[in-house]
C-alpha cells in the first residue's frame, strides 16, 4: 500500500464496503419508519414498503457514489474525484493541510473501515473526506498527508507555515506518548457533579412532590417540561458518548486526541493553530480536584466539538483531570511556567464583588495569563504572538472608580485574555508593553514541528516522573532537566531541587 500511495497516476477506490456502510448514517431515519409502520398498523406489522425503500435506496446511493469516487496522492497534492451528473474535482496541497481527522462510526468499527476527513489551513469544516478506506489504509494515508514535506512560508493570519516531520516514507513512524487518559469513573463522576445533572435531579424531585401533592398539576407540568428533559437527558448522554475512553497523546503533527463511545473519533491538533487555552475549575469539582482544558484553534468551524462552519473551534483537550494532568498538557502546547499574577485594586471590589476572589492576571515575553469568574474559575492562556489586537475598555462605572480593562483578542469573537479593572495608568502601561510584546512575538520565526515535537522521540519525554529528591510523589522532567514543578495527590507546587 505504501508504494500505491508514492506511485504517481495511481488512482484508487475507496473501500468495497462503503455504500453498506453509509447505510448507518440513516439508521435513526430507518428506526423511525419502522416505528411509523408499527403505529399505522395499530399495533400489527405493517408493510414494510417504507424502511425497506430507504433501505434499498441508500445501499444503490452508496453503490454510485463508490462507484464514480476516485482519489490519489499526486506529488504534492491529494486529488479526490467524486460525481455521477455533476463531476467535482478537489485538489487539496499537501503544505495547506492542517489536520486529518478518523473518524469510525459503529457500524464501520463492525466492517473494518474507516472515513478520513482532511481540514486545510483557514478553511472551515471539512475541506475533503474518504468515506470509507481499511483501518490500516487509513492510519497510512493519514501519517502519508500530515508528515509531507512542505517549505515554510506565509499561512492565514499572518504566521510562519512550519515544517512538518519528514514524510512517512522517509522512514520508521515515530512513536507516540501518552499525555493524558480519562478513567470512566472519572468521566461518569464529572457529570453526575455537573450543573445539568443537578438540574435534572431538582425537576425530578418537584416533578415527585407534585404527584403526591397535586397530580393533575404533575401531569401538566411534565408535558410542558418534557421537550426540555429530554433536550437536557440528550446532552448528558452526548458528553458521555464523545468523551468515553477519552485519551491524548504527543505526536510529531501535534496533540492527537482519541475519544468516542459508538462512534470512535481521533483528531488531531495542531501546535501551530492554537489561539488559546482554557482551564476550567467548576465549583462541584474542586474538592475533587478535577479541571477541563478546552483549546481554541483556528481555521475551525463554529464553538462545537463538531467544528463546522468558520471562524474558530473549541475542542475539549482534557474532558476531565488532574491539575498535574492539565499542567503537562499546557507545558507541552504553550508552555506551563505561569508568570507573575497580579491582582486589581482594591477600588474593583465595588464594581466586581462576587468575582474579586478570582480575579488576577500576568504575562511574560511569550504569553499572557487571566483568572476568571464568580463560582466557576477560568484560567486563559493566549501566546502572545496570536493576538489580534490590544485595547482598552473603560465602561461608565469604570470611570468613576478610575479603572479599565485591557483585552488582548485572539482570532475568534470570544477568545480572549483580559486584565480586568485596572488603574487607568497600569492599562495604559499594559496597552504599550503588550503591543510591544506581540510585534516581538510575531516577528520570531514560528517554532516549527520538528523543533517543538523534539521531545517526542527522546529516550525520556517530558512528564511527571518519582521525586529523585524524595520529598515529593512525583517531579516535572522537561526535555532532558528536572524542574521545580511538583505533584502530590494530583495538585502541583513548586519546590527548587
Known amino acids: 500500500m505504501r508504494q500505491g500511495l508514492d506511485r504517481e497516476g495511481g488512482w484508487q477506490r475507496l473501500h468495497p464496503l462503503s455504500p453498506l456502510t453509509r447505510i448507518g448514517r440513516l439508521a435513526p431515519v430507518i428506526v423511525l419508519s419502522f416505528l411509523l409502520t408499527f403505529v399505522h398498523s ?4 405493517g408493510p414494510l414498503y417504507y424502511p425497506v425503500g430507504i433501505t434499498a435506496a441508500s445501499v444503490v446511493f452508496g453503490f454510485v457514489h463508490w462507484l464514480v469516487t476516485r482519489w490519489k496522492i499526486e506529488g504534492d497534492t491529494l486529488r479526490i474525484e467524486t460525481g455521477l451528473i455533476r463531476h467535482d474535482s478537489k485538489r487539496l496541497p499537501l503544505a495547506r493541510i492542517q489536520a486529518v481527522d478518523l473518524v469510525r462510526p459503529l457500524l464501520a468499527r ?3 473501515v474507516s472515513e478520513l476527513r482532511i481540514r486545510l489551513a483557514g478553511s472551515g469544516a471539512s475541506d475533503g473526506r474518504l468515506a ?18 512542505v517549505a515554510p512560508g506565509p499561512v ?7 515544517e512538518p516531520a519528514p514524510s512517512l516514507s522517509s522512514g520508521a513512524p515515530v512513536p507516540e506518548h501518552l499525555m493524558a487518559l480519562v478513567p470512566s469513573g472519572r468521566l461518569i463522576g464529572s457529570i453526575a457533579f455537573s450543573g445539568l445533572t443537578l438540574l435534572l435531579l431538582a425537576i425530578a424531585v418537584a416533578l415527585l412532590v407534585l404527584a ?18 429530554f433536550s437536557f437527558a440528550g446532552g448528558l448522554w452526548r458528553r458521555l458518548a464523545n468523551e468515553f475512553h477519552f485519551e491524548a497523546v504527543e505526536s510529531p503533527e501535534g496533540v492527537r486526541v482519541r475519544r468516542g463511545l459508538l462512534q470512535t473519533v481521533s483528531e488531531t491538533i495542531p501546535y501551530g493553530r492554537i489561539q488559546a487555552v482554557r482551564k476550567i475549575e467548576p465549583l462541584l469539582w474542586r474538592p475533587m480536584g478535577w479541571c477541563r482544558l478546552e483549546v481554541d484553534i483556528a481555521g475551525g468551524g463554529r464553538t462545537t466539538q463538531r467544528g463546522e462552519g468558520s471562524g474558530v473551534v473549541r475542542k475539549a483537550l482534557l474532558p476531565v483531570g488532574s491539575a498535574r494532568d492539565a499542567w503537562h498538557l499546557i507545558d507541552r502546547l504553550i508552555g506551563g511556567t505561569l508568570p507573575v499574577m497580579t491582582p ?6 465595588k464594581k466586581a464583588p462576587l468575582s474579586y476572589h478570582f480575579l488576577s492576571a500576568g504575562y511574560d515575553k511569550d504569553r499572557a495569563v487571566c483568572v476568571t469568574g464568580r463560582m466557576r474559575k477560568v484560567t486563559t492562556w493566549v501566546p502572545l504572538e496570536k493576538s ?18 485591557v483585552h488582548i483578542d485572539a482570532a475568534g469573537k470570544a477568545t480572549r485574555a483580559e486584565f480586568r479593572d485596572r488603574t487607568v495608568a497600569e492599562a495604559d502601561d499594559l496597552v504599550e508593553e503588550l503591543s510591544d510584546l506581540s510585534r516581538a512575538a510575531r516577528q520570531h520565526r514560528a517554532m516549527s514541528l520538528a523543533e517543538r515535537s523534539s521531545d517526542v522521540g527522546a529516550p525520556i519525554p517530558s512528564g511527571w516522573y518519582p ?15 528536572w524542574t521545580e514543578h511538583v505533584s502530590d495527590r494530583g495538585a502541583t507546587a513548586l519546590d527548587v531541587l
Open 42 to 45: 395499530n399495533g400489527q406489522q
Open 110 to 112: 463492525l466492517l473494518g
Open 132 to 149: 470509507y478506506l481499511s483501518e490500516s489504509t487509513a492510519l497510512e494515508v493519514r501519517e502519508r498527508l500530515l508528515r509531507a514535506p
Open 156 to 162: 492565514a493570519g499572518g504566521q510562519v507555515a512550519a
Open 212 to 229: 403526591v401533592t397535586a397530580p393533575k398539576t404533575a401531569a401538566a407540568v411534565v408535558g410542558f417540561l418534557a421537550v426540555y428533559i
Open 344 to 349: 486589581p485594586p482594591a477600588q474593583a471590589r
Open 388 to 405: 489580534q489586537s490590544i485595547r482598552r475598555v473603560q465602561g461608565p462605572v469604570q470611570r468613576r472608580l478610575g479603572l479599565a480593562t
Open 467 to 481: 521525586d529523585p529528591s524524595g520529598r515529593h510523589q512525583q517531579r516535572y522532567w522537561r526535555e532532558g532537566v
